[in-house]
């Protein structure tokens, strides 16, 4: 038995002395560099006691030394979890006692207020910061790094990744070796990335963007990343003309656009600018062509399924789209009271099944159960539907579909509409309980810089273009929509906020 997933991401490597990290106030790593890390961390946790299959949870910032956790993880079998960096101890102590981690690693500044969970629950707690000190690497200096991966199959658990869990407790998604590496060689394939390619990586490596979609077709390709903290637009502007990649999220769009430094000249060069983890405004599309000449290829995945479906690498990247299914992934649209699967142009729940679909939610057989169909389809809650061409088009989340009066009200098909009304920068639709509706559609509005929304002239457009039971009842106007790291609104956060606007 072998390790695939190391044999394929860095066993190559093992002689490449090209860069991998280019960093912005540290010296680069070489693709040597992060093996010999890596296997010392492998090595030193060995040493106090961890074993294939223990999971090691992460709240660490984004370093290059973070990575090295990862791959060491993957290269003795450690399960990794990675733990957003805004977790509060209360939330890390939930993580902890569910996972049941052999190892906490965490920044030192979180050490103290993290103790008596790890202690609880029989945990080693460590250290690193983000410039790569720490009792981790301190300890990690001392022993001889591991050469060998240890032998894992195919379906042994390579990570979970815990879900933002917008809608009750945040679940483990348990990913093996299998899913990784299919989903890396489909997208290294797909995408066409070699070792000619720089990735301008600015996203968080806790989430399955910036950690597995990104990292790991960049590893298998053998290209290199620059590698920055996060997002920070002087510095987008500063890397884009050393890069020939880009992935973001919608917002890293937008900003770029915000800034009039965004040019051809500044992008010229550039091979391939991918987005995903929330949609991307159609208006953004073709904004961002205009100004630049390059189409954005949007693609759509998620936690527990790695990517599902991608626009085309050649052919028409259509905006407003997540393109095709990948090679390997069905994907199909279903009415979720007759089970039939849905007609062109209808709107159902997507479901998705390939080999980069997840194992199931760690200790939870019976939500797993619930979610994955007789013949192998994972029920991703998403809404969706598939146009004349074979475009799938997500329309949002099932929880977030409105039922008012017994008429089911999609809240995309709204906002695109609120979207195109003068001085309308953005807009989310959301339901408030009613007392004769059941629910009723309640309109958040935000202004362009330096603009008022006349909303009359709103009203009159929405009644001009809707059915009465799709019209909002009530607009509120907001400075900002509420967005977690990844760029999605947080539409519970909103329907909380308005849940009184019909009592
Ligand atoms: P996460 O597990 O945090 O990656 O979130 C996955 C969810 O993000 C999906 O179920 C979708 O609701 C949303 N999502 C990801 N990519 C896209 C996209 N390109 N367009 C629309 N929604 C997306």
Redesign the pocket.
């Known amino acids: 038995m072998t390790n695939f997933l190391y044999d394929a991401l860095l066993a190559p490597h093992r002689n490449n002395p090209s860069v991998l990290f280019r960093l912005k106030d540290r010296t680069d790593w070489s693709y040597q560099d992060l093996i010999r890390s890596a296997g010392k961390i492998a090595a030193m946790l060995d040493s106090i006691g961890t074993s294939p299959g223990d999971r090691v949870a992460a709240q660490v910032h984004k370093s290059p030394e973070a990575l090295a956790l990862y791959i060491a993880c993957v290269q003795y079998g450690y399960v990794y979890l990675p733990l957003n960096t805004a977790y509060t101890p209360s939330e890390i102590d939930y993580f902890v006692s569910d996972a049941k981690p052999a190892v906490l690693v965490c920044d030192s500044s979180a050490a103290d207020g993290l103790r008596a969970t790890t202690e609880s629950n029989h945990c080693q707690l460590l250290t690193l910061d983000i410039d790569g000190t720490g009792t981790l690497t301190r300890q990690a200096d001392t022993v001889t790094a591991a050469t060998e991966a240890k032998p894992r199959d195919k379906d042994d658990l390579a990570a979970i990744l815990y879900?933002?869990g917008t809608t009750g407790r945040s679940k483990g998604a348990m990913l093996t070796q299998r899913n990784l590496l299919s989903n890396a060689v489909t997208l290294h394939e797909y995408w066409q990335f070699t070792d000619k390619d720089v990735l301008l990586h600015g996203l968080p490596i806790y989430?399955?963007?910036g950690l597995f979609v990104a990292t790991n077709t960049i590893l298998l390709a053998g290209g290199s990343m620059i590698f920055l903290s996060s997002f920070n637009i002087d510095d987008y502007i500063e890397y884009l003309p050393k890069a020939t990649t880009m992935m973001g999220v919608p917002t890293f769009y937008t900003r770029l656009l915000a800034d009039n430094r965004l040019n051809k000249a500044l992008v010229e060069h550039m091979r391939l600018f991918i987005?995903?983890?929330?949609?991307?405004l159609a208006e953004t599309h073709v904004e961002f062509e205009d100004r630049t000449g390059k189409i954005i290829l949007?693609?759509?995945?998620?936690?527990?399924t790695n990517m599902s479906t991608s626009n085309p690498y050649e052919g028409e990247r259509r905006a407003g789209t997540?393109g095709f299914e990948l090679p390997g992934v069905d994907a199909r649209i279903i009415d979720p009271e007759s089970r039939e699967e849905k007609a062109t142009d209808e709107i159902g729940i997507l479901e998705v099944r390939g080999d980069n679909v997840f194992k199931g939610y760690w200790q939870m057989p019976e939500k797993t159960a619930q979610e994955f169909t007789d013949d192998g389809f994972f029920i991703?809650?998403?809404l969706a539907k598939r146009d004349a061409d074979g475009y799938l088009h997500?329309v949002g989340?099932d929880k977030d579909l409105i039922i008012s009066g017994g008429f089911n009200v999609y809240p995309k098909e709204i906002e695109l509409i609120l979207d195109e009304q003068a001085n309308v920068l953005e807009s989310a639709v959301v339901a408030a309980p009613h007392a004769d509706f059941g629910e009723s559609v309640v309109a958040v509005l935000v202004a362009q810089p330096g603009n008022s929304i006349d909303i009359d002239a709103v009203k009159s457009a929405a009644s001009a273009q809707l059915a009465k039971f799709k019209q909002p009842k009530e607009y509120v106007i907001v400075d900002t929509l509420p967005r977690n790291t990844?760029g999605?609104v947080q539409k519970n956060l909103l329907r909380e906020q308005v849940k009184d606007t019909f009592a």
């Open positions: 879900t933002s989430h399955t963007h987005s995903g983890s929330a949609p991307l949007e693609r759509y995945g998620m936690t527990e997540v991703t809650g998403d997500i989340r990844m999605k």
